[in-house]
């Protein structure tokens, strides 16, 4: 063997490689305790009024271990997901010893079934609101569903000046909505958006001429709708 160079240069190559990784290692499991690579930055993208840099710092602090290389990121990551406001977080090292860490805060449109939220999403998650915001009620699984409609009543009664306040999904799937001014309005299963649409349509030649309060309207009927106001029993034809 002694005379066959290239047998010996692919030994001597081996030998090399091998040393270097055993080295590599060597060094990496030295550098990984090495208090002076203790991130020196944490860098944080999505603060809100609900969540500020000094709970970041607080929280991530229990993860950071002694140095950049063994820092808990993903153990970061769950703790900042724990938080009722966050919706998401990512955390990564950035080199040579910064920590960013991005969160995505829920953003509420409603309350679900009093002592929940809904947000943006359509999803629910558990947190408290002080500020005044409509009420969802529905079966479980279907605040997206109820989440999309509000959207889409709110833009029709808009043309009104109204606001939806509460949205109603019945186990049947029955929708019902009642607005700022405390009318309630019967939906039914079906064709529930073109019946408040022809409803807003015909608003102030009907309901709106009556000039006092409806407590309550039913557009549920083929070929009209149904109110209901103090000293007043009424059915107007006309919608759809």
Partial sequence: MWDEPEKLTAIANFLFLAVAVAAG??????ASHLPMLQPKLLRVDGMTDRLN??????IAARRLGTNFFDADI?????????IPWVRT????????????VRVEEHVPIAKWDGNRMVNTYGEVFDATEQ???????????????????????SRTLATLD??????????RRSWEIR????????????KMEKRLSDFAALYARTVGSLGG????????????????????????????
């Fill in 131 to 153: 500020n005044a915001l409509p009420l969802f009620t529905g079966p479980e699984g279907s605040s997206k569903d109820v989440s999309r409609e509000y959207l889409s009543f």
């Fill in 53 to 58: 840099r000094d709970e970041v710092v607080k």
């Fill in 25 to 30: 290692w060597v060094l990496m499991g030295f």
């Fill in 162 to 171: 109204r606001k939806v306040v509460e949205v109603n999904l019945s186990d």
């Fill in 74 to 82: 993903d153990g970061m990551k769950r703790d900042f997901e724990q």
């Fill in 89 to 100: 977080a990512s955390v990564s090292r950035r080199w040579p010893l910064e920590i960013d």
């Fill in 179 to 190: 607005l700022d001014n405390g009318m309630l309005i019967e939906l039914g299963r079906e």
């Fill in 213 to 240: 309060r409806v407590d309550y309207v039913d557009l549920r009927y083929e070929n009209g709708f149904a109110v209901r106001a103090p000293g007043l029993k009424l059915r107007t034809r006309g919608a759809a």
